[in-house]
Nanobody
Framework: QVQLVESGGGAVQPGGSLRLSCAASGTRVSSNTMSWYRQAPGKERELVASMTPGGYTTYAGSVKGRFAISRDNAKNSVYLQMNSLKPEDTAVYYC?????????????WGQGTQVTVAS
């Protein structure tokens, strides 16, 4: 069974940095597209960053140049380095992956980690 466990959230002042971690089990981060999403209060969940098995990365326009997704295959973990944080980055951040078996796709989400950016 695939499980994703996020950590690293917290409270930080504007301009600060945080690094989120997502530890995976039941699947290999090197074999799946791994993504970070976030959901702010009253807003829909949105894609923040993704990394394909080949290492191709994509970012939401609002975080490009400030956030970086990476992975450590040996630790079977994915990371989100967040720099120059802004109050509008405040949200619950989720790690996500999916698997495909035949015609069926299965999405897996972590429990989320809170990031609060405030002075």
């Amino acid at each position: 069974q695939v499980q994703l466990v996020e950590s690293g959230g917290g409270a930080v002042q504007p301009g600060g940095s945080l690094r989120l971690s997502c530890a995976a089990s039941g699947t290999r981060v090197s074999s799946n597209t791994m993504s970070w999403y976030r959901q702010a209060p009253g807003k829909e969940r949105e894609l923040v960053a993704s990394m394909t098995p080949g290492g191709y990365t994509t970012y939401a326009g609002s975080v490009k140049g400030r956030f970086a997704i990476s992975r450590d295959n040996a630790k079977n973990s994915v990371y989100l380095q967040m720099n120059s944080l802004k109050p509008e980055d405040t949200a619950v951040y989720y790690c996500k992956t999916y698997t495909v078996y035949g015609a069926a796709r299965y999405d897996y989400w972590g429990q989320g980690t809170q990031v609060t950016v405030a002075s």
